[in-house]
């Protein structure tokens, strides 16, 4: 059991695995605000369209 947690104490992979961590938060963080920005996008698009297809067959 010592020679185990002598060589967990040792063992420096885990700063790499807590690097790569922030990394995939840092892009998660990117990726979720450009698809807000898109999504906002696509939904005014869509409702501009929307509502010269409602005034063109307007009785």
Do not use: C, H
Not at 7 to 21: H, I, M, N, S
Not at 24 to 51: E, P
């Amino acid at each position: 059991m010592k020679a185990v947690l002598l060589r967990f104490l040792k063992d420096e992979t885990g700063a790499t695995a807590v690097e790569y961590g922030l990394i995939v938060a840092v892009l998660s963080l990117t990726i979720v605000a450009g698809i807000s920005q898109v999504f906002n996008s696509i939904t005014w698009l869509f409702s501009d369209n929307g509502s010269r297809l409602a005034n063109a067959f307007a009785p």
